[in-house]
Each structure stands twice: as structure tokens, then as C-alpha cells.
């Protein structure tokens, strides 16, 4: 038996959508659409459930790093973006069948991490040595992350 709530870990580039974006959001909460990996989108449709916690990391900054805390409010549902041929997203073997192939959740912020918790932070501290994010070769956008992990990071994060 799966026990909840699960732990996750989302990328997100700080240029297109930082977690002060999701703080300025309406409620506070958000979409996270956009995935196009079929494992990363499989954990949304599969294992994202109401009430799961997410690490929000900052890929591709100076540093990178988890910049906070947020929340599952909604399981996945069609990513509409997959169908718009004006999106970024769009991608035209979805609408073959007339619904997208690609699903997104809905997220809100819980809290900003009090101080960054980079990748070079990540992988120096104990516990956190066999963390999916600090893994060889693990490029994966979302990755779960465990009960363990969980809590040594938001300890990092200034958020236990």
C-alpha cells in the first residue's frame, strides 16, 4: 500500500516559471503543464495524488536549487496546450484522436524556501547521496523523492 502523502520534485526553469510566479498566482496555484516526457508524464497520471507535496527546483539558474514548497490541489487532467498549434507545447500527434496524449496537474504554493537549497548543497549532504536529482545521467523533470529526503531538504530550506 502506497502511503500518503508522496514527495516529488519539479523543475521548472526560473526564466519561464519561478516559484515567485506561483506565489503571484491567483490562490497561489497554478498548472504545471508543458511535460512531454512519457515517464515524467506517466508519475502525473499515475501516482499524483491530492495533498501529495512537491520540491519546487530551480534547473538551469545560477545555482540551481529548490526555491520551495508546494502542493498537489488537483490530479491530472488533458493538457490543452498539446492541441493548440500556437503553443510552445503543442504537439501534433495528440490530436490524431481528438483529446491530448499529454496531462497536467495543478499546484499551489505552500511556502518559499527561507534560503535556497542548491544542487551543490544537495549532493554534500548526508542522506541526500542516492536523491534521483543528484543521480548520473537523471534528467528526468519529475522525480519522486523520499520521506527521508523530504525532510532533510526542507530542513535545508529553513521550512521543518
Known amino acids: 500500500m502506497i502511503q500518503r ?20 498566482a491567483p490562490r497561489q496555484t497554478t498548472c504545471w503543464e508543458g511535460v512531454r516526457n512519457y515517464q515524467a508524464r ?12 512537491v520540491l519546487v527546483y530551480h534547473s538551469n539558474a545560477t545555482p540551481p536549487g529548490v526555491a520551495g514548497v508546494a502542493r498537489v490541489v488537483r490530479e491530472a ?17 495528440s490530436g490524431a484522436h481528438g483529446e491530448s496524449r499529454w496531462v497536467m496537474v495543478d ?34 523533470s519529475i522525480q519522486p523523492v523520499t520521506l527521508a ?7 535545508l530550506c529553513g521550512l521543518a
Open 5 to 24: 502523502p508522496r514527495f516529488w520534485l519539479m523543475k521548472t526553469e526560473p526564466e519561464v516559471f519561478s516559484f515567485d510566479d506561483l506565489m503571484r
Open 77 to 93: 487532467y488533458p493538457d490543452p496546450a498539446a492541441l493548440d498549434p500556437d503553443s510552445e507545447y503543442f504537439d501534433e500527434k
Open 42 to 53: 506517466n508519475m502525473m497520471r499515475d501516482d499524483f495524488k491530492i495533498g501529495d507535496e
Open 149 to 155: 529526503e523530504w525532510q532533510i531538504v526542507c530542513r
Open 107 to 140: 499546484i499551489q504554493a505552500v511556502a518559499p524556501a527561507q534560503k535556497l537549497v542548491s544542487l551543490d548543497v544537495i549532493r554534500n549532504t548526508a542522506g541526500l547521496e542516492d536523491m534521483l536529482l543528484v543521480k548520473r545521467g537523471q534528467r528526468l
